[in-house]
């Protein structure tokens, strides 16, 4: 299986309240978790970006105050202290453009020896928008095609430079990009730096199959995973690609204990400092698109109907059918009796495996045996330790069944990957 590591950023996966918990800016915290990830032998180190800090009922969401620093710029620092793990920058196709996010990616993978990624994002939230000069132009229904031709405009410009050093002149005419020139970056290590989507929509399932070696996804059982994979695996034949050419890696948390009991209370509880009373209602009131403060947490849901556009929360992905997303919630909270608060726990927390570490590194494998997944992104609670115990508990456990790596035998990300190497076009 393939694992990685997602550097804890400004939402409620992360416990702040807990005493190990430490800065999510300080260079010191980026660089334990890529160490520890390094020792446990994973492919990548995954960061997250955010271009605004996010606003709720007008004010400063309290989850962002402490924001969060430039993704490449950190990898760039990581590159010198690490020497083959994955350097994973989530950098937006939307408010940035193709010349100079080549030159940002190829100058990582010449700095780090060929352990470069971008996981490409879109937005089209002009509430984002605002911070730039183009602010909020896209329509929704645009987001992804320039984002496809923001990506083919990248490999072209990595591609003008031979194998052996020539440069030649690049010229890109469509729809949304019109350029013309010389690439200033000779060709680097990986040829193109891996690229990674993360989304599960229709739209980002057919992008991920026409285009990525990776896509970032979140499922809830084996049996939502087994369809997932069955669905985008299958559409990568329409595109001349093979199986193995995009890897599935959703993002999970792992809680260990001794016993099965004491993970599941580690787990219960980490849930309960994830959704404070005042999370839980900040959560529901993106789904209602009202005030709800006058709500009590520990009490039912809300009986009246969400307002189908809200404009409560800003700079957030927006869910699409609210309406449905409240009716799922009603039906879940009355069939377990469940409150407010329970419910924002039970429906939309991230997947935990839970159990001993015997336990979940039988899950973990099972997942991928049953083509489920190729592998995970593991998302602590914890910044920067909350990878530790797993590393040294649950990795030598996969190795032993000789589902996990017990030495990098490449020096590429690529390699780690088992990805073909692209094939140079113009």
């Given at each position: ?117 971008w ?42 430079w ?24 000779p ?39 087994r ?52 999370t ?54 009355k ?7 329970q ?23 099972e ?27 649950v ?18 990300l ?13």
């Amino acid at each position: 299986m393939h694992l990685a590591a997602h550097f804890p950023g400004v939402n409620n996966t992360t416990v702040w309240a807990d005493p190990k918990s430490r800065s999510q800016i300080e260079f010191s915290s980026f660089e334990h978790l890529a160490r520890t990830a390094e020792r446990g032998l994973f492919d990548f180190f995954f960061l997250a970006e955010g271009l605004r800090l996010r606003e709720h009922k007008g004010r400063i969401h309290d989850l962002d105050v402490v924001g969060r620093p430039e993704s490449i710029t950190v990898l760039n620092a990581l590159a010198a202290v690490t020497e083959r793990l994955g350097l994973a920058a989530t950098v937006n196709a939307t408010f940035n453009e193709p010349y100079e996010l080549a030159r940002r990616f190829a100058t990582l993978d010449h700095l780090s020896g060929g352990r470069a990624a971008w996981n490409v994002v879109t937005s089209s939230d002009a509430f984002t928008g605002e911070n730039f000069r183009r602010g909020g132009f896209l329509d929704r229904a645009d987001r992804y095609t320039r984002a496809a031709e923001f990506l083919e405009t990248a490999r072209e410009l990595w591609d003008s430079w031979t194998p052996d050093g020539i440069s030649r002149p690049f010229a890109h005419r469509g729809r949304h990009f019109d350029i013309a020139g010389e690439f200033t970056v000779p060709r680097s290590p990986q040829g193109h730096p891996v690229v990674i989507q993360a989304g599960d929509s229709d739209e980002g399932r057919e992008f991920a199959a026409s285009t990525a070696d990776v896509i970032f996804t979140r499922q809830s059982s084996l049996e939502d995973g087994r369809a997932f994979y069955a669905d985008v695996k299958r559409r990568l034949a329409k595109y001349g690609r093979a199986h193995g050419d995009l890897k599935i890696m959703p993002g999970v948390g792992v809680v260990l204990g001794d016993t099965a009991a004491e993970a599941r209370e580690r787990a219960a509880e980490i849930r309960r400092q994830q959704t404070s009373p005042q999370t839980a209602l900040l959560t529901l009131e993106q789904i209602w698109g009202v005030d709800l403060s006058s709500y009590d947490p520990d009490g039912p849901l809300p009986d009246i109907d969400p307002v189908v556009d809200p404009a409560l929360t800003q700079g957030r992905t927006r869910r699409r059918d609210t309406v449905a997303v409240a009716e799922k919630w009603r039906a879940l909270s009355k069939e377990k009796g469940l409150s407010i608060r329970q419910t924002v726990i039970e429906a939309g927390g991230r997947q935990f495996f839970t159990g001993t570490p015997e336990a979940v590194a039988t899950e973990l494998d099972e997942f991928v045996r049953r083509e489920a997944a190729d592998g995970f992104i593991l998302v602590p609670h914890l910044t920067p330790g909350g990878l530790d115990e797993f590393v040294d508990r649950v990795v030598p456990l996969l190795q032993e069944r000789g589902a996990f790596r017990t030495e990098y035998r490449g020096t590429t990300l690529r390699s780690h990957l088992g990805l073909p190497d692209p094939v140079q076009k113009g």
